[in-house]
């Protein structure tokens, strides 16, 4: 029986607030305000993740930002009052961050880079670990290289030692390498305590949830894909208009497969697995479709992946409540958002 994290069933990311963003405090106090938090408790969300870069709290020489941090105990306030859950998501660390186009580099072969995000941890706990019962930590967004695996189990393990010291029972959240792939926790070190949670993020396939995503380097951006195709259909386009995504497009099931529950089932195995054998709960802390699919292929798709999340008891976070290219409030889904919302 795999072990759920408690709360965090139905869940809302709040992408581009404190985090992907230019770092102003028009932004900081425009883009997201308490009446979006009313609409998510409205639409049955259970909990909210918010992804907040170092930028929100720290200097470039690493000082604390007070005002900040008083964005984080806002969101802790009005969430509070509306009754949602919290993921507090480190989405990028000075040094690191899964975005290139950032520009940090040199967090995982640097010991000062990383004593500075042991420090934030350990600040962010002092803070928030009171909220236990509605606030859970996810340490770092997407490692992206399968060759950080070890330095990042070694990293990984030392902040949750240093957060013990302080919070010795918060929830916290820990993804592997390939973006947080599900095919990745297999390499993943066990949980530190029974407090740890395995996340993993769900794209797939990529070529659709991401067609025409400028931040894809290899995807032919011209191409569109509907999931009425099989998955066969899909790859022999691929194979013919984009040699490189083929050679990555990888399938459970047969060519005349679709992107539908049993697929999900599938790719869901072996994460189920590996959390069962560990006896560690599992969550997905992203999902979602860009906007450049049709708008009738995101509801089917969020149909699959939700018969699949509710087949093995997974909690998530659809990415993502606003903008960012995949906006479930955008115009775009006005037809199909009341039956998506019935599917996150």
């Known amino acids: 029986m795999l072990k759920q994290l408690n709360g965090y069933i139905k869940g809302i990311d709040l992408g581009g607030w404190l985090s992907q963003c230019n770092h102003t405090k028009e932004r900081y106090d425009n883009f997201i305000k308490e009446s979006d938090i009313e609409t998510i408790a409205s639409w049955g969300a259970d909990h909210v993740r918010i992804p907040v870069d170092y930028e929100l709290v720290e200097t470039k020489e690493g000082e604390y930002i007070e005002e900040g941090f008083g964005y984080i105990d806002r969101a802790i306030e009005w969430c509070g009052k509306h009754k949602l859950n919290i ?140 999931i009425k195709q099989t998955l066969g259909e899909i790859h022999e386009i691929l ?61 089917e798709w969020y149909k699959a992946i939700h018969e699949a999340f509710e087949y093995y008891g997974i909690g998530r976070a659809t990415w993502s409540y606003k903008e960012m290219n995949f906006g479930l409030t955008d115009k775009r889904l006005d037809g199909v958002r009341d039956e998506i919302l019935k599917y996150i």
């Open 239 to 299: 194979k013919k208009e984009n040699p490189e995504m083929a050679a990555e497009f990888a399938f459970p099931g047969s060519p005349r497969s679709r992107i539908d529950a049993e697929f999900f089932k599938a790719r869901f195995e072996e994460p189920v697995r590996i959390a069962e054998e560990r006896g560690v709960a599992l969550y997905c802390g992203e999902y979602g479709v860009i906007e450049n699919a049709e708008p009738g292929d995101v509801l």
């Open 87 to 226: 993921v507090l998501d480190l989405h990028k660390t000075f040094g690191y961050s899964f975005d290139l186009g950032y520009g940090e580099s040199g967090f995982f072969d640097n010991e000062k880079y990383q004593e500075r995000f042991y420090r934030l941890w350990e600040e962010f706990a002092k803070r928030y670990a009171k909220y236990e019962d509605r606030l859970v930590f996810e340490l770092l967004n997407e490692v992206t290289d399968r060759s950080y695996s070890d330095k990042w189990n070694e990293i990984s393990l030392n902040c949750i030692k240093r957060i013990r010291k302080i919070a010795p029972t918060v929830k916290i959240l820990v993804g592997g390498y390939w973006n947080n792939s599900g095919d990745a926790l297999k390499d993943l070190a066990l949980p530190y305590d029974e407090n740890v949670v395995y996340n993993f993020h769900n794209y797939d396939p990529l070529v659709f949830t991401h067609q025409g995503a400028y931040w894809v380097p290899a995807l032919n951006r011209e191409l569109r894909f509907s």
